[in-house]
């Protein structure tokens, strides 16, 4: 675990669940790579639902791969029927709307919303973090490689080897889900006036 991690181990576990509740709504999130070269990073691919009475979020699965655009396109898919989600969310920093378009391509009338990153990793984070330290996300069984992402997160960046795709994609799935805890919150600055001589009158 990094020094500094906004996730520990025991967080995780003691959230952890063996099986989950009826799901009020489940989403599938995925984080694309930048490329399909064999060396490149993995695409993110993880099933997160909101529990239909206690409001909590789950971590469902972790289907992440590496692959062609159509072999995660169609991993996409497996994992949106398996768990009968409501709606495919998707990073489209590196691919615009060719990501959307990898996705229906191989399942049309798949709602598919688009989301862009415009703040760093580590701060998209922070606010799925602090859910989990408050109890309220569970992981329903163990995901080794996407809880290695999570403890190598930290409030300055990710510490790890690589990208955190998996990681990414789990938090934006939750974000989809818990909407109200990543609000940007703007602020109006009032200045009084001075009077028409302005401040040297």
């Not at 576990?13 to 694309?32: F, S």
């Not at 959307?100 to 688009?114: A, G, L, N, Y």
């Amino acid at each position: 675990m990094a020094v500094g991690a906004i996730w520990d181990r025991l967080m995780i576990h003691n959230g952890r669940r063996e099986t989950a509740p009826t799901m009020g709504r489940i989403v599938v999130a995925v984080d694309p790579a930048g490329s399909s070269e064999p060396g490149s990073d993995e695409h993110g691919i993880v099933a997160v639902g909101k529990g239909d009475e206690d409001n909590h979020g789950y971590v469902l699965d972790d289907a992440s791969t590496k692959g062609t655009p159509r072999q995660w396109g169609e991993r996409v898919i497996a994992t949106y029927d398996r768990y009968d989600a409501d709606c495919v969310a998707a990073e489209v920093n590196y691919g615009g709307d060719m990501v959307e378009q990898t996705i229906k391509s191989i399942r049309p009338d798949v709602p598919v919303i688009q989301v862009r990153a415009t703040r760093g990793k580590h701060v998209r984070a922070e606010p799925i973090a602090a859910l989990y330290s408050l109890g309220r996300i569970h992981h329903v069984g163990t995901f080794d490689r996407l809880e290695d992402q999570m403890c190598q997160m930290t409030a300055a960046g990710y510490e790890g080897n690589g990208s955190p795709d998996r990681l990414d994609a789990m938090v934006w799935g939750m974000t989809e889900l818990f909407p109200q805890m990543v609000q940007t919150k703007t602020r109006t600055v009032h200045v009084p006036s001075l009077g028409t001589g302005g401040w040297m009158a």
